[in-house]
């Protein structure tokens, strides 16, 4: 009952899914960690730095996972007509 639930095994289901899905992850994790890289050097408020980080982190996330839906419309669109 306990595998079922794993990390991993949610993982490998959505990643069979919607293969982009890991990618989303790997983008977010990449912005996370170049806006925690560059914490230092900010200008500003640190609660206004977070928040923009947050919010760009989520953006390449939701944008990765957006253009594979998308491919996925048109990929499936053009494959009815022929």
């Known amino acids: 009952m306990e595998e079922d639930n794993s990390f991993s095994n949610r993982l490998t289901k959505k990643s069979q899914q919607m293969p ?11 912005v996370a960690a170049y806006g925690l890289y560059k914490f230092k050097s900010r200008k500003g408020s640190t609660s206004l730095y977070l928040i923009q980080l947050r919010l760009a982190a989520q953006g390449t996330a939701v944008g ?18 022929s």
């Open 64 to 81: 990765i996972i957006g253009i594979g839906v998308l491919y996925n419309i048109i990929n499936e669109a053009t494959s009815k007509k």
């Open 20 to 30: 982009l899905y890991p990618v989303g992850i790997l983008g977010f994790g990449l």
